[in-house]
């Protein structure tokens, strides 16, 4: 059965610092990943998506993908408090059964 | 356009008893999916739909657990009868049929079960 696989478990991090969440998945027929964010007491919100091989930037934030290690990393910069929550990563593979798999997440903490 | 609406928000259950969590997909969203969130197992997908078909019903959850798609705008999950361990967050979500297609979620409903 596929698995994502995200580390760390939990990260903190300073106030405007950089915070870095990583993803793994085992199935090779991945094709797409997204990142969710979940404020605690919250549902999980679409943060960012990536399906090509690559970078991709929207404002503090930067998904990183290499398809051939199945491997995808967050990359928030000057971290604020509000930052802090569950960040989930999911993955899914059209030739299978088109549902999202996601990982445990990790849960970033900002301090200020 | 509405999100994906989820009722009751909170539901308190006696063990044994039977209760209904109700969905609303956002409107034209083909895929609806029932998921439960707990700390110790994060996600777990209870049921799959793909324009009111179950395309899967989660394994591990089949004997107490029962989804269904009334329509395309409204689906219920049936918990029967409910334990202590299912005490949760249940949570709804859908999207536009597509690998590529965002998946929104509701604001979950919170069970506890005495």
């Known amino acids: 059965q596929q698995k994502v696989q995200q580390s760390p478990e939990s990260l903190i991090v300073p106030e405007g610092g950089m915070a870095s969440l990583n993803c793994t998945s085992s199935d090779r027929n991945v094709d797409y990943f997204w990142w969710y964010r979940q404020h605690s007491g919250k549902s999980p919100k679409m943060l960012m998506s990536i399906f090509s091989n690559g970078e991709k930037e929207e404002g503090r934030f930067t998904v990183h993908l290499n398809k051939a290690s199945l491997h995808t990393s967050l990359h928030i910069r000057d971290s604020q408090p509000s930052d802090s929550a569950l960040y989930l990563c999911?993955?899914?593979?059209?030739?299978?059964?088109?549902?999202?798999?996601f990982g445990s997440g990790t849960q970033l903490t900002v301090m200020p | 356009d509405a999100g994906v609406t989820q009722t009751p928000r909170h539901e308190v259950a006696e063990k044994g008893q039977t209760i209904i969590l109700k969905c609303e997909p956002v409107?034209?969203?083909?895929?609806l999916f029932w998921y439960r969130q707990t700390k110790i197992q994060g996600l777990e997908l209870l049921s799959y739909?793909?324009?009111?078909?179950?395309?899967?019903d989660g394994g591990a959850f089949k004997d107490r657990f029962k989804a269904e798609m009334l329509n395309s705008s409204f689906s219920t999950l049936k918990i029967q009868p409910t334990e202590p361990k299912d005490s949760a967050v249940y949570l709804c979500?859908?999207?536009?049929?597509?690998?590529?297609?965002?998946?929104?979620f509701g604001p979950g409903t919170r069970l506890t079960v005495l």
């Open positions: 739909f793909r324009s009111k078909s179950l395309m899967e």
């Open positions: 979500a859908s999207r536009r049929t597509g690998g590529d297609a965002e998946q929104f």
């Open positions: 999911a993955a899914l593979a059209s030739s299978g059964s088109w549902q999202l798999i």
């Open positions: 409107s034209g969203h083909n895929d």
